[in-house]
């Protein structure tokens, strides 16, 4: 019987048990795919010689988090690869804003859009510098960060903490107005709003937009050498040599509670496996209160709040496997590991407003990945290994590029909106269809059946929007991970700080069943101590 049974392998479920088994604690982690990896895989299927990374490509978190950073991941075989440039936005008349690791170099493309625009990006780079630390620290503890988020308050309230509290909650479309002259900073940080599901219209997104922005200016976007899987193999390589446990093709269908405590779980094969100590499911929240854990074991206020539980954006993606480079209107994007594809902001608000009333986008933000200009080793010399992935309506109504895809995207709805996002390319790029040797088409019920934490083809687990963040994430009163149930712990996405691949939800769903258990060791001890003094005082 282990110490605990995790639930699911993604890059969370993976840390957590990591963690655990660095505790002394055996674990065994239940996987239901036939690999481990949850959304951090890659394969060699579009075309021979061609590697492409079945759903995430790039990693910004992951090289910021502590938590990971932790692990020591490079002596498990972790390597990462940098394209030149971070990020790219070009518009078709041929000018472009690029996000580089030099932040000179950022400045300069900003300048070219309107001058005195660098000196804006470099304070707002300023600000990063200034609090990165206890930012970073807040964001990757549990809900509330009380450690950090004193530090940080102190430092704000020092610091004009008000005025910066104000702009990160602003709208990213006036954030970019109040801060630029030119349209280029206002194009870095909307597109990287919109890497979540947050319209340029939306609260909070110029924090979010600014937050990923700088994260590529430190840290970069960096990917794995060899494919996205390669941190799944380090993951999983530093579990086993702690003497961790996993298993592929074991979908676990229901968590064994008794006397109000988790105590195993059992998979659809009939199998039941007992844990000592705790149940950590890396899956998504309607998942666990929706099916894992039968209704009368929780509280019927939690089942009320998860019918209003809110899903991100489905996806749309496309692979290919090019017998090229993009050839990119404007040189610079060239460089570039990510390319966002909108032209203008205008375009980014289109987009969003047409999936807010349901329908496919005629013209959809696209976002590329050139993941050969990012790692040589993912094509043959010459070529390129690329994708790129849109957003959808999870509930279709109509199609505002006047097709008929509707959502049951069968072969000919898939292959209509390739096609759609194709064009996309090609108006920023003249000639990339021609270079196409192969691609692949993952609409949003073929990622769901990848990875089933992909509920409908949402990425983030959950949305990104501030009324399911923090204390309200993945319902009102939460924040945390751990459940109404004595010993089970959420530690997916669902969780906060949410999505993106940086193993906080996994580090905290650990800790706090660590924590639980020495505070019941520690119950035990003085019970039994009050035992034997009560003992001895009859004698």
């Not at 895989?41 to 502590?66: I, K, M, Q, T, W």
């Not at 996000?99 to 300048?111: F, I, K, Q, W």
């Amino acid at each position: 019987m282990p110490d605990a049974v995790v639930i699911g392998s993604g890059p969370n479920g993976l840390v957590a048990a990591n963690l655990l088994a660095d505790a002394g604690w055996s674990v065994e982690v239940l996987e239901a795919q036939p690999e481990p990896g949850g959304a951090v895989r890659h394969d060699g299927e579009v075309a021979p010689g061609f590697v492409n990374d079945l759903f995430s490509s790039f990693y910004p978190l992951a090289a910021a988090s502590p938590v990971l950073t932790g692990l020591r991941l490079a002596d498990h075989g972790l390597r990462w690869a940098h394209a030149p440039h971070v990020l790219a936005h070009p518009l078709t008349d041929g000018s472009c804003a690029v996000l580089d690791r030099d932040v000179g170099t950022t400045a300069a493309s900003l300048d070219a859009f309107a001058p005195g625009d660098g000196a804006a990006w470099d304070r707002l780079h300023a600000v990063w510098d200034r609090y990165r630390a206890d930012i970073l620290d807040a964001l990757f503890t549990p809900f509330p960060p009380i450690r950090a988020g004193a530090r940080l308050a102190l430092r704000l309230r020092a610091g004009g903490g008000l005025r910066l509290a104000r702009t990160l909650v602003l709208p990213v479309r006036r954030m970019g107005e109040e801060e630029f002259r030119g349209a280029g900073g206002g194009l870095l940080l909307a597109g990287n709003a919109l890497h979540a599901d947050l319209a340029p219209e939306a609260a909070g997104s110029g924090g979010f937009g600014w937050l990923m922005s700088m994260l590529g200016q430190t840290y970069g976007f960096p990917a794995p050498v060899g494919g996205a899987g390669a941190l799944t193999a380090a993951l999983v390589h530093r579990l086993r040599t702690r003497g961790g446990t996993l298993r592929c093709g074991q979908r676990v269908e229901r968590v064994v509670v008794r006397g109000r405590r988790a105590v195993g779980v059992r998979t659809a094969g009939g199998e039941t496996l007992a844990a000592r100590r705790a149940v950590l499911a890396d899956v998504s929240a309607p998942a666990l209160y929706g099916g894992l854990v039968a209704p009368e074991h929780l509280p019927d206020q939690l089942l009320a709040d998860l019918r209003r539980f809110q899903w991100d954006f489905a996806t749309f993606k496309v692979d290919w496997a090019l017998d090229g480079p993009v050839p990119w209107r404007c040189a610079e994007a060239a460089g570039a590991g990510t390319v966002h594809l909108a032209d203008g902001l205008d375009e980014l608000t289109r987009f969003a407003a047409q999936i807010a009333m349901r329908q496919v986008p005629d013209r959809p933000f696209t976002l590329l990945g050139q993941m050969t200009t990012t790692d040589p080793v993912r094509s043959p010399r010459g070529t390129e290994s690329a994708w790129a992935y849109t957003h959808v309506p999870r509930d279709i109504r109509a199609d505002a590029g006047d097709e008929g895809i509707t959502g049951r995207w069968d072969d000919r709805e898939r292959q209509l909106m390739a096609d759609r996002v194709e064009r996309q390319v090609e108006r920023f790029a003249p000639g990339f269809r021609a270079l196409i040797r192969a691609r692949r088409v993952l609409a949003p019920p073929t990622l769901q059946s990848l990875d089933a934490n992909l509920e409908g083809g949402a990425i983030n687990g959950g949305t990104a929007a501030m009324h399911q963040q923090l204390v309200f994430r993945p319902v009102p009163g939460t924040g945390r991970p751990e459940t109404p149930v004595a010993g089970l712990f959420l530690a997916s996405a669902a969780a906060h700080p949410g999505g993106g691949v940086h193993g906080a939800p996994g580090a905290n769903a650990a800790r706090a069943a660590l924590r639980r258990h020495r505070f019941a060791d520690l119950t035990r001890t003085q019970r039994a101590l009050t035992r034997r003094d009560r003992t001895g005082d009859r004698r």
